[in-house]
């Protein structure tokens, strides 16, 4: 008798299987590994209702970052057609990553009472 299991964790072993050797493990050895992952979402989380999250903040500040190191300052036109977004949304958006840059490498000189 065959044994079939969930589509979601037979993806899951699939993908991670290939991960694994096209990061030089053995067939054998990422295939193993595949099958412990989902082993272990199984057992973890079998039988939960949840939503996978798509992960779109996290992309959105990659590209963010990305669009900021691309700038020089005078090229408002040449990165908005590239991206896509209005020259008026890519100076909020240089503006906004500036910011958070600047407040990563120089803390506050004064945070009374602030957990910053």
């Avoid at 500040?61 to 300052?73: A, P, V």
């Amino acid at each position: 008798m065959e044994h079939k299991r969930h589509k979601l964790l037979s993806e899951v072993a699939d993908h991670v299987t290939e991960t694994g050797v096209d990061y030089g493990l053995s067939s054998e050895q990422a295939e193993q590994l595949g099958l412990a992952v989902s082993d272990f979402l199984a057992s973890h989380f079998g039988g939960q209702n949840f939503t996978f999250p798509r992960d779109y903040a996290y992309k959105l500040s990659l590209r963010d970052m990305q669009i900021y190191e691309e700038f020089r300052g005078n090229n408002w036109t040449e990165l908005s057609t590239k991206y896509g977004i209005t020259e008026r949304g890519l100076r909020k958006l240089i503006h906004r990553v500036h910011k958070q840059v600047m407040a990563h490498r120089q803390p506050q000189l004064f945070s009374f009472g602030d957990n910053a």
